[in-house]
C-alpha cells in the first residue's frame, strides 16, 4: 500500500514540475533578463509589492485585536461571528471583488467618500483594499490559533505582578505568539501577492495604474505579450517559493525552541 | 489583627461563610481535589466573578481588576514568561513599583540572591530545572511586593527531597518576609510543615479550623480521608540515653527518638519519611524493623504499604514507580526503616518536625 502511497506523491510532484517546465520553455534566460527590467514589469513589482504589503499592514492592525478577542473573549453571538469572519475564506475573490465594487461604487459608499474626493474604485488603493479583504481572515485564522495555543493563565501570571491589560498584550502576549503571527503574515503576503480576482473587480486592468503581478500576466497574455506574462509569472512563483519555505522554517524553528 | 477578610463569598463552586488571615500569618487550606481550593484563589485573585467581600488590609478589593489588588499568585504550572530570561521575568514583575533603573538593577540583584538563583539571571526558563523554576517563580511572585501571597500546590511537580527543602526554604523567606499567605495542598504534611493555621476545605466551604495540633492530634479530625495521615506511634519513654537520645517503647519494639528534654507518649512521623526495602540493608540497625505488607492503598499518585510489625503497624508512602521496581506483594517480608531525625516526640504541645 506504502508503495501506492509514494506513487501518489510522484504523481503531485510530477504535475507541479509539469507546470513550471512549460512555463520554462517558453522563455529563454536572456528575455527573462530583458523583460525583467521592462518598465511594465519593473511597474507591476513594484505595485505589487506596494500593494501586497499595504494590505498586509492593515490585516494585521484588524486581525490581531480581532484573534486575541476570539480567542481569550466569550460574548453573545460569538458563534455565529466567528462564523461570519469566515466567509470571505469560502467565497471566491471574483464576488469578493464584486461587492466591494458595490460597495464602494456611487451608490452606497462611493457617493460619501466622493464629497471628500476619495474614490477606491479603479485605482491602486482599491487594490489595497480588495487584498486586505483577502488578507484578513487569513491573519485573524493564524493568529486566533497561536493565541489558543497560549495558555490564559500567562495573562493571569501578568495581572498578578500588577500589568494592567495593555502591558499583558504587549509585553506578554504578543512576544510569545510572535512566530504564529509571522506564519499568517507571510501565508497572507504570498496569498496577496497573487490576488487576481478580487482585485480586477475593484481596482480593473490599467496598464501603468493599477497593474499588478497577476493583472500584468493577465493583459499581457490577452495581448500577445507572452515574455512579459511569463516573467511576471516567474517572480510570483519565485517569491512565492521563498516566502513558503521562510513559512516551513518558521515552523521547524518554533517546534525546536517551543517553550 | 485579620489581614484579609472574606465574607460570605458564593460562586459555582465556594459557599464560604467567612475566611480571615491574620498579617504575616501562613495559612494552609487543605482539601481533596474538587473541593474548590483552587476556585478561591482564583476567586481572592479576582479572576472569577462571585458574590460576597474581600477586604484586604482593611481596603475592600473586590471591585478591582486583578492587575489592582497587589496579590501575588504563584501557580501550580507557575507560567514564567518564556521569551523572558530569569532576570526580566523578575524585573517585569517590579514594573508596578516605578523603581528608577538604578534601582532596579539593585532590587532584581536583591531578589537573585535571596533566591539563590544570582547565577540563572541570564537563562531562559526551558533551561532550568523543576526546583529552579520554582525559585525563580515564587522569586516574580514576591517581586512586585504584594500585599497577600497565593500559592496553589506549588511544590506538586517536585520530587518529594525537592519539594521538602523548597518548603523549608520557601517558610523561612515568608517569615522574613512577614508577607500574609494563603497556601493550598492536599497533602497534611506538607500543611504540618508549612501552616501557621491550617483550614480543611470541602465541598466548596470551611470545615475545620486551627493548627496541626488543633485538627489532627487533639480532635482526631473526622472526614479526612484524602490526606497522607501520620503515624503516630503511642508508647513511654524507657529510658534516656544522655547523649540526646530516649529509648522508647513502642508496643514490642525499641525507638530511639530525639530527646526533647520532656516527658512524652507519642511519636510521630510521616509515612514518606520511612523508607521500605526487600532485602535486608547494610550499615546501622538503628529503628530499622522487619515486617510483613498488610495492605496496600493509593493517595493520588502515590502507594500507601501498611505493614504489620509484630504488634505494631505502620503506614509507608511511596512513589508509585518506585513500588513498581520494587516489586512488592501482600504479606511479602520488608525491611523499613524509621529515620532518626524524622521522629518527634509528641506531648501537650504543638508538634513540630524536622523534616
Known amino acids: 500500500m506504502i508503495r ?21 520553455v517558453q522563455i529563454d534566460l536572456l528575455e527573462i533578463v530583458a523583460t525583467l527590467i521592462a518598465s511594465e514589469t519593473l511597474f507591476a513589482v513594484k505595485l505589487s509589492l506596494v500593494a501586497s504589503v499595504s494590505a498586509v499592514m492593515i490585516a494585521l492592525i484588524l486581525g490581531i485585536p480581532t484573534a486575541y478577542i476570539l480567542a ?11 462564523t461570519f469572519l469566515d466567509i470571505p475564506l469560502v467565497m471566491t475573490p471574483l464576488v469578493i471583488g464584486m461587492g466591494l465594487l458595490f460597495l464602494l461604487g456611487p451608490d452606497l459608499l462611493g457617493k460619501y467618500l466622493s464629497r471628500f474626493d476619495i474614490d477606491f474604485l479603479f485605482s491602486s488603493s482599491g487594490a489595497i483594499i480588495a487584498q486586505t479583504f483577502i488578507a484578513t481572515p487569513l491573519i485573524i485564522r493564524s493568529c486566533r490559533s497561536t493565541f489558543e495555543e497560549i495558555d490564559e493563565k500567562y495573562d493571569w501570571a501578568g495581572y498578578t505582578i500588577g500589568l494592567s491589560n495593555q502591558q499583558v498584550f504587549m509585553r506578554i502576549i504578543l512576544p510569545m505568539a510572535r512566530n504564529g503571527i509571522l506564519s499568517g503574515t507571510i501565508l497572507a503576503w504570498t496569498r496577496t501577492l497573487g490576488e487576481f480576482g478580487a482585485t480586477l473587480m475593484v481596482a480593473g486592468a490599467t496598464r501603468f495604474r493599477t497593474e499588478t503581478l497577476p493583472i500584468a500576466i493577465y493583459l499581457n497574455l490577452t495581448s ?29 524553528r518554533s517546534k525546536a525552541t517551543e517553550f | 489583627m485579620s489581614d484579609i477578610v472574606l465574607k460570605n463569598i458564593s460562586s459555582r463552586f465556594v459557599n464560604l461563610e467567612r475566611l480571615e488571615i491574620n498579617k504575616g500569618e501562613l495559612a494552609v487550606l487543605v482539601g481533596p481535589s474538587g473541593a474548590g481550593k483552587t476556585s478561591l484563589l482564583n476567586i ?3 479572576f472569577v466573578a462571585h458574590r460576597g467581600t474581600i477586604t484586604l488590609g482593611q481596603k475592600s478589593v473586590e471591585s478591582l481588576p486583578p492587575f489592582k489588588r497587589k496579590i501575588g499568585y504563584l501557580f501550580q504550572d507557575l507560567f514564567l514568561f518564556p521569551h523572558m530570561t530569569v532576570s526580566q521575568n523578575l524585573k517585569i514583575a517590579m514594573k508596578s513599583r516605578k523603581l528608577s533603573n538604578g534601582q532596579l538593577e539593585e532590587e532584581t540583584s536583591r531578589i537573585l540572591e535571596m533566591f539563590r538563583v544570582s547565577s540563572l539571571a541570564s537563562s531562559f526558563p526551558n533551561q532550568l530545572s523543576g526546583g529552579e523554576k520554582q525559585r525563580v517563580a515564587m522569586a516574580r511572585a514576591v517581586a512586585s511586593k504584594p500585599r497577600l501571597l497565593l500559592l496553589d500546590e506549588p511544590f506538586s511537580h517536585l520530587d518529594y527531597k525537592t519539594a521538602r527543602y523548597l518548603r523549608h526554604e520557601f517558610k523561612k523567606l515568608q517569615k522574613k518576609l512577614n508577607l500574609t499567605t494563603l497556601f493550598v495542598t492536599h497533602n497534611l504534611h506538607e500543611a504540618q510543615e508549612l501552616g501557621d493555621k491550617i483550614m480543611v476545605m470541602e465541598n466548596g466551604s470551611i470545615s475545620q479550623t486551627g493548627s496541626f495540633a488543633d485538627l489532627w492530634l487533639e480532635q482526631e479530625a473526622t472526614g479526612l480521608s484524602f490526606l497522607e495521615k501520620p503515624n503516630l506511634l503511642n508508647g513511654q519513654i524507657q529510658r534516656k540515653l544522655g547523649n540526646g537520645l530516649v529509648e522508647f517503647k513502642w508496643g514490642d519494639k525499641l525507638l530511639l527518638v530525639a530527646d526533647e528534654g520532656v516527658n512524652f507518649e507519642q511519636v510521630i512521623i510521616w509515612p514518606s519519611d520511612i523508607h521500605i526495602l526487600p532485602l535486608q540493608p547494610e550499615g546501622p540497625v538503628i529503628n530499622r524493623f522487619m515486617g510483613n505488607i498488610k495492605k496496600v492503598t493509593t493517595i493520588d499518585h502515590n502507594i500507601i504499604i501498611h505493614v504489620q510489625l509484630g504488634l505494631n503497624t505502620l503506614s509507608v508512602m511511596v512513589e508509585s514507580h518506585y513500588f513498581k521496581t520494587l516489586g512488592l506483594r501482600l504479606n511479602d517480608p520488608v525491611y523499613v526503616l524509621l529515620r532518626l531525625w524524622c521522629l518527634r516526640g509528641i506531648s501537650a504541645s504543638t508538634p513540630g518536625n524536622n523534616c
Do not use: N, Q
Not at chain 1, 6 to 21: H, M, P
Not at chain 1, 72 to 82: H, L, M, T
Not at chain 1, 235 to 240: A, K, N, Y
Open chain 1, 72 to 82: 481569550r473573549k466569550d460574548f453573545p453571538g460569538k458563534f455565529i461571528i466567528d
Open chain 2, 44 to 46: 481572592i485573585a479576582g
Open chain 1, 224 to 252: 500577445g505579450e507572452i515574455g512579459i506574462a511569463i516573467t511576471c509569472a516567474w517572480v510570483l512563483i519565485v517569491s512565492g517559493f521563498i516566502l513558503m519555505l521562510t513559512l516551513k522554517w518558521l515552523g521547524y
Open chain 1, 4 to 24: 501506492v502511497f509514494y506513487l501518489a506523491l510522484w504523481i503531485c510532484c510530477l504535475s507541479i514540475f509539469g507546470v513550471l517546465l512549460s512555463l520554462a
